[in-house]
């Protein structure tokens, strides 16, 4: 009986790519004492300041009780400090503290190197196709998994 060699699923490669980035990315982080969602929190914080705790949960892919978690460790680490705002309950605003700004603009110069090796994958010609791809399966995917909930 002859074997039947097939190749690896998109799946499959997405995965590797994504394991081998995150692999990538928590070595260059240690460097700098953070982990990849510390990060992606430092990094929302420094274009949205004051973002809810609910919106960093959502664009750093984690629960929302894993990013209180995340966000009372950056503040205990002085990377970022919350202040209370009254008006509208208990939520308090996080922003990133002298501290957190300099963490992550040192961080974030090992976070393009490790960027810049997958784009060096890619022709310069490719590089906006393979952007809009990624883009686009991605928005298709949550599209269709948001359908199948209703």
């Not at 097939?6 to 490669?13: A, C, D």
């Not at 974030?108 to 010609?125: F, T």
Request: hydrophobic share 50%; proline share 5%; charged share 20%.
């Amino acid at each position: 009986m002859a074997s039947m060699v097939t190749q690896p699923s998109l799946g499959y490669q997405v995965k590797r790519l994504q394991q081998a980035l995150r692999a990538r990315m928590d070595g260059v982080l240690a460097e700098h004492g953070l982990t990849m969602p510390q990060y992606a929190v430092l990094a929302q914080l420094a274009e949205r300041p004051g973002i809810s705790n609910a919106d960093l949960a959502r664009l750093s892919f984690v629960t929302p009780p894993t990013m209180i978690r995340i966000v009372i460790t950056l503040e205990e680490l002085g990377l970022l400090s919350r202040v209370d705002r009254p008006a509208e309950g208990r939520a308090r605003a996080a922003q990133l503290s002298s501290d957190g700004e300099r963490r992550l603009a040192a961080a974030s110069a090992g976070v393009a190197a490790v960027e810049a090796v997958l784009w060096d994958a890619a022709s310069d010609a490719d590089r906006p196709a393979v952007m809009a791809w990624l883009t686009a399966a991605a928005e298709q995917l949550e599209a269709d998994r948001a359908a199948s909930r209703q």
